[in-house]
């Protein structure tokens, strides 16, 4: 366990392994943390194949929570793409590499686009495993939005302090909204955050919500800006409701240079996942 500041946020991350550098976004939506990549953290394919530890035996893995999240800090302010690929950035110049193989998983996908689009001198190649997209992820972020707003107006700063410990994540608890973690292990941000000026609070809420769920597209990147990414691209689909498979097609439509494997849940598991990583790194070259 490694601390950084970036942007005046504390960043907990773990750079191991050796060869080509792997610079991974965590799934989890709002609760990307390293331990989502691990056996003991994780889900379906990266639980059953401990990703965390196997990639790290074939790349120098790049791994972190994402601000807002597990043991990372976080500031109250409006939350887009761009803060989101400046702590990425960052952290792939302090593991002292220029170019990466971007693996990004759910939301972790769309901060890869993100990063593609901003950075794509840095992009080897983007692995995309289970994209998020669609009407119902969009509704998703708008409805966990709301029940935060509605739970602060009734309720007040100092019961989301109080409840964040419960389960720690905006995903999994709504009402603790996206600021909710970073109060459960800094008490100099929780006093901060139980201050604050509740319309100011509503309108950096909004802006958040505007900015990461805009529309039915895949996130992290418009139309315009995915047909104009040259870096290669895999693309594992997903086949629910945050993780359409419609989201997975658009991405393979636009991408001028994208592979989309034809294989769905539930037939995907950790060890052809392993394979198809490995198989992209090798026609990557690197």
């Known amino acids: ?12 991350y773990q750079i191991q392994g050796s060869g ?19 056996a003991t953290g994780g889900k379906r394919e990266f639980q059953e194949m401990d990703g965390l530890a196997t990639l790290s035996k074939h790349f120098t893995t790049i791994a972190y929570d994402r601000r807002e999240a597990g043991l990372s800090g976080g500031r109250v302010e409006p939350l887009n793409w761009d803060l989101y690929v400046l702590e990425a950035k960052a952290l792939l110049d302090l593991a002292g590499a220029k170019q990466a193989v971007i693996l990004g998983s759910c939301m972790g996908a769309a ?3 993100a990063f ?3 950075h794509p001198g840095a992009c080897i190649g983007l692995y995309l495993h289970w994209p998020v997209g669609g009407y119902r992820w969009m509704m998703k972020g708008h409805t966990f939005f ?10 007040g700063f ?10 720690g994540s905006f995903w999994e608890d709504a009402e ?6 970073p109060t459960i292990h800094d008490r100099e941000f929780a006093a901060q955050y139980a201050r604050q000026e509740v319309a100011r609070y509503v309108a950096v809420c909004e802006q958040s919500r505007d900015a990461l769920f805009n529309d039915t597209m895949p996130s992290g990147a418009s139309g315009a800006e995915l047909m104009r990414i040259e870096t290669p691209a895999f693309i594992q689909s997903g086949n629910d409701a945050s993780h359409a498979h419609s989201a997975s097609w658009a991405l393979n439509e636009l991408i001028p240079n994208a592979e989309l494997w034809d294989v769905l849940p539930p037939h995907q598991n950790g060890q052809n996942t ?6 992209f790194k090798a026609k990557l070259g690197v």
Request: net charge positive; hydrophobic share 50%.
């Open 1 to 12: 366990m490694a601390f950084a500041t970036i942007n005046g946020i504390k960043i907990n």
């Open 158 to 167: 100092d019961a989301v302090v109080k409840r964040a410990p419960e389960k």
């Open 111 to 113: 901060l890869a686009l």
């Open 274 to 279: 392993l394979e198809q990583i490995l198989r």
């Open 20 to 38: 080509t550098p792997l610079l991974m976004f965590a799934p989890g939506g709002f609760g990307a943390v390293m331990s989502r990549w691990t």
């Open 116 to 118: 593609a689009v901003r």
């Open 176 to 181: 603790i909204g996206p600021w909710g973690p």
């Open 146 to 155: 709301a029940r935060h707003i509605e739970f602060v107006r009734k309720n």
